[in-house]
């Protein structure tokens, strides 16, 4: 091999070109990121629908309104009033409020009463809510009633003070967060990132053992590069394309008013990641030469690997998210450098073991 | 095709073809599957930090009441308060006693803020659970009744969501009210008495069933929607979402993903280096060979739905998981081996396969799984055939019209797709390297004969347009509720946005074997035949639509959500006879043939004008949509 050769001519560099080539002459690449894209926004869809239901509040819903009967009515009201979703207006005859939910007037019918407890010691407020069924509306109905009645709750808690050993603590001042705000950085980010690692993983499996069931193996060996630099070639051309896709997913989120912070050691953790999984792709691929059972062993491998991360005193998902939302402590930051290294390791064994095999064999 | 035959078929795949799985892969699966038990029962065991840690810096020293909360909580990080750490952002909260030193500036401090809320209340209920006075501990008492209700809602987001016509939404919701009264009054009168009962109560619409036993015994929380906790506090209220259900039913579609995964290479490898050109030579018929490759990864994917549901069933989790579950996942599973018959069909390489079936196991996978999630909530739920193994598991009854319902689109639709790629399985076509759309349109044109072959087309590909159409209809039906809230007054959005899937849909599906016709020349490339084409399909698939619509007359009637894929089938009532016939005859057949032939006469002139005319048989379509919709309103 000479050695005045430009970096761009080596053999190892010549071969990941030409896989990348090959996955954007098949327009795969553009698959692939549409495949993102569509779990992304699949995943935001299904949370934000859902908060919808279940957070009300967060997508400025129309007032659900509540007809409020029985003895307890006026405890009720008070705490009503101090919920924005909810509008409560008391009705004193039973009848005429059910008759108003009838007829869709009103949302829920509350009949609250002070009933004597059942352990003798004073009376509590039996409250039953009447709220419509089998639609959409009936789960945001329920929510909105479950906040009235945790603030009566907490309103008859405050009263009966003196009755209880512990306060219970005062809630701290309501915010106008943005209620995705947890699940954007917890579950969206890592998901977004580490997807393109495990596509790279599977995309190696494939390339490998194609080569190797078409015979085009042989051809490559014609050339004057070895079966290590084909290797070499294909896991660097996959593990390059993760953190690619990952810094177009950065910048997309940042567009969609998502700042993500540290993005240098998340693109370095997200590398490292993709490093790891192309090594477990390339040790089946070579090992087991056919897709069927590389592709099968992958998927199981992958998964388990990445379950039992979970026994890592912080999970690689909670390293992304700690780092984009920019709380990273040293433990993430030990995480990376960690990740970074078992990356490197895996990989020189992963080599050693490629340099034993009997191309020829294949 | 003969039975013999396949089935030697079936056991060369898996005893030759398999081979490729040979003992050490099995081994090295079995232990990791193992290893995958043991390192999910850690995480249930709660010995790991949950996703969420750590992310918001609280500063509370320990004498505020706040440090509780935050030390119980894993997503707070306790530090000393320091508001100018807050002010840099190196901190979210600081606070001195249970004061907030600074208010929150940037989303996260917000974020953190609103977290530690939810999490002080929680907190106190597990607090006050302690108390000796229970009374004043938990003072409110709670018993949800759900209750249909009577009367015209402008509001009802079911009609709104589907595009629905007054009369036909008025009917439905009176056929739903019978069981919902009859529900209502036996827990009417006894007001607050049980707090049993409240928990009860909150299982929402799991009717009787899940009150009465039979429902999932799925750990705590499912003990407390059967109804069994003691008290039934406001916190206990739990909005209509089996969560719990759902997240059996994933079990089901996960080994899916591990058998197409296999199918598809073994497809694919028949390809390869014409490996398939052994089978293709044998007397066994095309039928015999697809059929007999599919029938081991159809019957593993079912084998093994068969043992998820008698693991539950035995091991108590959901004791009343029957039969139905298992059957329910068979529509499931073809429509999965097909879609990646297809893919192997068209696919060039392994890479191409690779995300091709990434492709199919989301799209799939999301199919089956959004309209599940609305299982207790409403019948678009049905939709999907995963819905029924979520009601089996809970113990809910389901009838034969909701079973026949849920199972035949997708089933009729896996056939459609295994009949297409069956037509790319012979020697000229396999071993050919084309592009994946190219292959799509070889797949059409391969069925077409004459210019007859465009009625029929249009006809074959229903099934796939109406299971598009419902799975639009059960994504926009979440949209509308957030829609509805957003805009206001302007309800229309879900409808509009509806009738724009469905034109696209269907008109795609009119003109795309008329294009793939013209694209193998099958056709005469003359205005004239592009006309007649298009009079043709659009006939064809009016037939099928309108056959559709007998089937589902005579038994799916109970249905609302029937009404909903094909708007404007059912007829509303007082309108003069005449109308009728004319609305819902000949409208939508002129509708239909008019802008089949308009793509039909761009199809006939090349791929640009193709496009330039679809556009134009959409437009067309909708408006023809918004008009029948706002004049039937």
């Known amino acids: 091999m000479p050695e005045d050769r430009p970096w761009y001519r080596d053999p190892r560099v010549v071969v990941a070109r030409r896989d990348v080539a090959s996955l954007s002459r098949e327009k795969t690449i553009v698959l692939a990121l549409l495949i993102q894209l569509f779990v992304a926004g699949f995943s935001s869809f299904l949370v934000v629908g859902l908060t919808s239901l279940y957070d009300p509040g967060s997508v400025s819903a129309g007032e659900v309104e509540m ?24 009705y004193r005859n039973p009848d005429a409020a059910i008759l108003a939910f009838q007829e869709r007037r009103v949302d829920a019918v509350l009949n609250a009463r002070y009933v004597e407890a059942a352990s003798g010691d004073g009376n509590r407020i039996a409250v039953t809510a009447r709220v419509p069924e089998g639609s959409v509306r009936s789960t945001l109905v329920v929510v909105e009633v479950r906040r009235v009645l945790n603030a009566l709750e907490r309103q008859e808690r405050f009263e009966r003070a003196d009755s209880l050993d512990t306060d219970p603590v005062p809630l701290p001042p309501e915010a106008s967060a943005s209620p995705y705000f947890g699940f954007t950085y917890t579950v969206l980010v890592p998901l977004l990132l580490f997807l393109p690692a495990f596509i790279s993983g599977s995309v190696v499996v494939d390339t490998i053992t194609e080569e190797i069931e078409r015979g085009t193996l042989e051809l490559l060996r014609v050339a004057p590069v070895s079966l290590l630099d084909v290797v070499d070639g294909k896991a660097l051309g996959m593990v390059l394309l993760a953190p690619a896709q990952a810094l177009l997913w950065v910048l997309l989120l940042l567009v969609n008013g998502i700042p993500v912070s540290n993005v240098p050691a998340i693109l370095l953790f997200v590398t490292a990641v993709a490093a790891l999984v192309v090594t477990i792709g390339v040790v089946l691929g070579v090992a087991m030469r056919r897709r069927r059972p590389a592709q099968l062993l992958y998927s199981v491998l992958t998964l388990v690997v990445f379950g039992a991360a979970v026994l890592l005193p912080e999970h690689p998902a909670t390293t992304v998210a700690k780092l984009a939302v920019d709380s990273p402590t040293l ?5 990376v450098a960690g990740g970074t290294l078992l990356a490197v390791a895996a990989y020189a064994v992963a080599r050693r073991y490629v340099a034993d095999v009997d191309a020829d064999a294949l | 095709m003969q039975w013999d035959k396949l089935r030697r078929v079936a056991k060369w795949e898996v005893t030759k073809n398999a081979g490729g799985i040979d003992r050490r892969t099995l081994a090295i699966t079995a232990v990791a599957v193992v290893a995958m038990g043991g390192v999910a029962a850690i995480a249930v065991a ?10 918001y810096r609280v500063g509370v020293e320990e004498s505020s009441p706040y440090y509780g909360v935050a030390a119980a909580d894993g997503s707070f990080r306790i530090q000393d308060p320091n508001p100018k750490a807050v002010r840099r952002g190196e901190q979210e909260l600081a606070f001195d006693g249970d004061r907030l030193l600074v208010p929150p500036q940037s989303g996260k401090q917000a974020a953190a803020l609103s977290a530690l809320r939810d999490s002080t209340e929680s907190y106190n209920d597990r607090t006050l659970a302690r108390e000796d006075n229970q009374t004043a501990a938990f003072p409110v008492s709670v018993t949800v009744v759900y209750q249909e209700q009577g009367g015209p809602n402008p509001l009802d987001p079911r009609g709104e969501a589907t595009g629905d016509d007054g009369g036909t939404d008025g009917s439905s919701g009176g056929g739903g009210a019978t069981d919902g009264s009859g529900e209502g009054t036996t827990t009417d009168g ?6 049993g009962d409240g928990g009860g109560g909150s299982s929402a619409s799991g009717d009787g069933a899940a009150g009465g036993g039979g429902g999932a015994n799925l750990g705590n929380i499912g003990a407390r929607l059967t109804g069994d906790v003691q008290g039934g506090t406001p916190s206990d209220i739990a909005p209509p979402f089996p969560f719990e259900s759902l997240v059996l039913a994933f079990l089901y579609i996960v080994p899916m993903n591990f058998v197409i995964q296999a199918y598809g290479s073994s497809m694919l490898s028949e390809r ?5 050109e052994l089978l293709l030579v044998t007397p066994a018929s095309r039928g015999d060979i697809v059929g007999g490759k599919t029938l081991p990864y159809f019957l593993g994917a079912v084998g093994v739905a068969a043992a998820i549901t008698a693991a539950l069933r035995f091991s108590g989790v959901a004791p009343s998981g029957s039969a139905i579950a298992v059957l329910a996942i068979v529509p499931i599973a073809m ?7 297809c893919g192997a069909m068209f696919a060039r390489s392994f890479k191409e396969l690779t995300f091709v079936t990434v492709t199919i196991t989301v799209s799939l996978t999301s199919y089956a799984f959004i309209p599940a999630i609305f299982t207790d909530v409403t019948p678009i739920a049905l939709i999907s055939p995963l819905t029924l193994v979520v009601m089996d598991l809970t113990g809910q009854s389901v009838s034969l019209s909701e079973f026949a319902f849920s199972t035949v689109p997708p089933l009729v639709t896996a056939l459609v797709l295994f009949g297409l790629g069956a037509g790319l399985y012979r020697e000229e076509d396999m071993f050919t390297q084309r592009a994946i759309p190219l292959k799509v349109l070889d797949a059409l044109a391969g069925r077409i004969k004459s210019r007859k072959s465009a009625l029929k087309m249009s006809a074959i590909l229903l099934p796939l347009v109406v299971v598009a159409e419902l799975v639009a209809v059960a994504f926009l039906f979440v949209l509308d509720s957030v829609s509805l809230n957003v805009f206001g007054t302007n309800q229309t959005l879900a409808v509009v946005i509806v009738l724009g899937v469905v034109a696209v849909v269907e008109e795609l599906a009119k003109s795309l074997h008329l294009y793939a016709g013209y694209a193998h020349a099958r056709y005469e490339r003359t205005l004239r035949s592009a006309i007649g084409l298009g009079v043709l399909s659009g006939l064809g698939f009016f037939v099928a639509e309108k056959g559709l619509l007998i ?3 005579s038994n799916l009637e109970s249905l609302p959500v029937g009404n909903a894929a094909l708007q404007g089938a059912t007829p509303p009532s007082g309108v003069p006879l005449w109308v009728v016939a004319l609305l819902f005859l000949f409208a939508p057949l002129a509708l239909h ?20 005319g679809v556009g134009v048989a959409v437009l067309v379509h909708i408006a023809y949509n918004l008009t029948v919709v706002v004049s039937l309103a």
């Open chain 1, 67 to 90: 007809a409020v009967t029985g003895d307890a009515r006026d405890a009720l009201l008070d705490a009503a009033a101090e919920q924005e979703g909810a509008d409560a207006v008391a």
């Open chain 2, 551 to 553: 089937a589902r007359l």
């Open chain 2, 46 to 55: 709660g010995a790991s930090p949950g996703l969420n840690a750590d992310i």
């Open chain 2, 593 to 612: 043939s008019v802008t089949a032939a308009i793509s039909s006469v761009g199809a006939q002139r090349g791929r640009g004008a193709y496009a330039a």
């Open chain 2, 335 to 341: 429509l999965f081996l097909a879609a990646t018959f």
């Open chain 1, 331 to 335: 433990l993430t930051y030990g995480h």
């Open chain 2, 190 to 195: 006894d007001g607050g008495t049980g707090a």
């Open chain 2, 272 to 276: 390869l280096n014409r490996r398939g």
